[in-house]
């Protein structure tokens, strides 16, 4: 019955499933597949028949319809033992981690249905992402989430993202060709001591997949009704076991849309084009060599006040961000448990809009070296130096007084991995670093882990982190709206860095379980309590006049307080054919101001946060060369408040994306999403200095082909 409703002639469909039958998969790799074949592929017409899509649903639950097992997708047990390198800049098993990390393979990007770094993102437990208009985003995790989220570290192959300038990351001009990641890796919560400065609710490491892996031509099309773009990337083979690969794309997003239903000012085009070179001279050495470069422009309306005269005012603009980067990796390996690796990277970023317009230069080396002490213990530890060149020219909106700096940043750290008994272990480290605003920084952690079985591991972490100032904190100078005030008439009210602030601090104590129930369930729990000290906050000051008055809000350290919760994620191999992945999220957040102080949180202030997340994420294989997958997202409601605005609250909201993929062959993929389904449109944040927009429901048809 199947091959007639799938316009299949039976004797092509018994020769692609024998061929799925007889194909081996290769767990070496977190995502991997059959071999392709040489024989010539039938081609199933959906073309011609669309609505036969919709029919061959209808067979799943006969009973003339095995139950299929995807050989790609990696068992529960093969899941729990995924190689990452996050948690302890080393591999190592993610069992073992003694920390609350999560790996979103290669497999589970490709049926995520996601196209940006952003929305692949929704899938982690615990990360809120919230989209404020066509190309800007919210991402934080545990709390202080805003457009920049200064306490979350994002990283891509060990070059950082994070802006040294304004203490965040500028989703808009962060993007990666999805299908060349081998895995993204999420720790929740402190990660300062391997990590550094502002490593300190998270870090994200996005890590590529090496040449060799990329072979061959890809191409993948996409378009419908909120976004359309194309990519195009070429594998080779190099002299002496080397391996190259060169990408480019282009994306073009459509505008979200208002309140009221009508076309936002906020769509968004992007070109991205890079490449990666891998080569090994030697059994012991591997040389990697990788850039990128890219153009963006981003429409949006920003707040704008020209002059102590003119009210602000969000005005339609569009913001251009350029950059490129190249970086170098040496790695030797000394023998079974010692090696050292040397990398370098340089990194130019610039954006100008109606606002402001500024350039980041950085150079970054840095020196990692492990190896054993005792039979029982192993050491790593590194020295890094960092150059930051940085300028912006700005006007009466913002400013920074003095426009330019030049900022060094030097570390080091060390961290001893300790085998106290067979299934007990202690790693204790340090991270120092000396930045050029407040000298000298102590991140120390310590992680104790206990091996229940073999299949369960509990651990247990406490931990220092700091989030260090930047020029957005010593040196802006703003305005940003105007209030009467009796005997003053109408006052502007300005912002001012303040040169002497200090780092904020975070203390935190995590307790953690990670275990495998039999080979269909497994269970990931993980419990927090966060003291913060020295937090950034805008503290009113007396009036000035310059000549017009001013009320003056001066960014100071004025805000303490705590933070806790539960994250809890499972997955649950129902049939062969069907996995589900849950979590839940709790998040209490509890910030006062110190004596004298006002209380306002400069960035990310607690109602900015979700307190209750559910994800629930659905992957079925209806047939070997027919997938459905769901995502059912919750996120409770948030509120914000300003002295211009009073509160405004943005609903919580349920949202379901839907992805049908069909796979006629091995190297041709075609996928129909569905976002946002359950709504016509609704909101997710809002932004200080931008309109926040509402995200509409849409669709996509997508296709990938290998070859």
Known sequence: MLHKILGLPYASLAQEVRTMNNCQPNRTAPVSGCAVRNEPQATLPFVRRPLALLAALAVTSGAALAQPQDPTMLSLEELMG????????RP???LDAATAIYAIGSEEIRRSGATSLPELLRTVPGVQVSRIDGSRYAVSIRGFSSRYSGKLLILQDGRTLYSPLFSGTYWEAQDVLLEDVERIEVIRGSGGTLWGANAVNGVINII????????GTFVEAKGGSLERGVALRHGMALDNGGHARAYAKIDRHNPLETTTGDKAHDAWEQQRAGF???????ASDRFTVQGDAYEAQSQQRVLLMPGPTVPASFVPDTAVSRGANVLVRWQRDLGPRESWQLQAYADHTQQADVVQQHRIDTLDIEWQHRLPLTASQDLTW??????????????????MIPDQHNHMLYSAFVQDEIQLREDVHLTLGTKLEHNGYTGMEVQPSARLQWRATPTDNVWAAASRSVATPSMATTATFGHFGTQSIPGLGDAVIGVRGNPD?????????????????????NLDAAAFYNQYDHLVSREVSAPIFVPYPVIPFLLDNQVEGKTYGFEMAGNWQVLPSWRLHGSYSWLKMDLKAKPGGTGLVAFGAADHSPEHMVKLHSLHQLAHNLELDASLNFSSKLIFSSPLTGALEVPGYTRL???LGWRPSPNLEVNLIGRNLLKDRHPEFLADD?????VPRSVLLQAKWKF
């Not at 995924?82 to 800049?89: L, T, V």
């Not at 300028?391 to 913002?398: A, P, R």
């Not at 602030?501 to 104590?509: D, T, Y």
């Open 82 to 89: 995924i190689e990452i390198s996050s948690a302890a800049k």
């Open 657 to 659: 994306d839907l992805r």
């Open 276 to 282: 990666r070179v891998d080569l090994a001279p030697s």
């Open 208 to 215: 590529t997949r090496q040449a060799r892996d990329t072979q």
């Open 690 to 694: 931008v309109r926040a927009n509402e």
């Open 382 to 399: 590194g020295l890094g130096v960092r150059s930051v060149r940085q300028q912006l020219d700005g006007g009466f909106t913002v400013s």
């Open 501 to 521: 602030i200090r780092s904020e601090v975070m203390n935190s104590f995590e307790l953690g379980y990670r275990g495998q129930f039999g080979p269909r369930f």
């Open 92 to 94: 190592q098993r993610l």
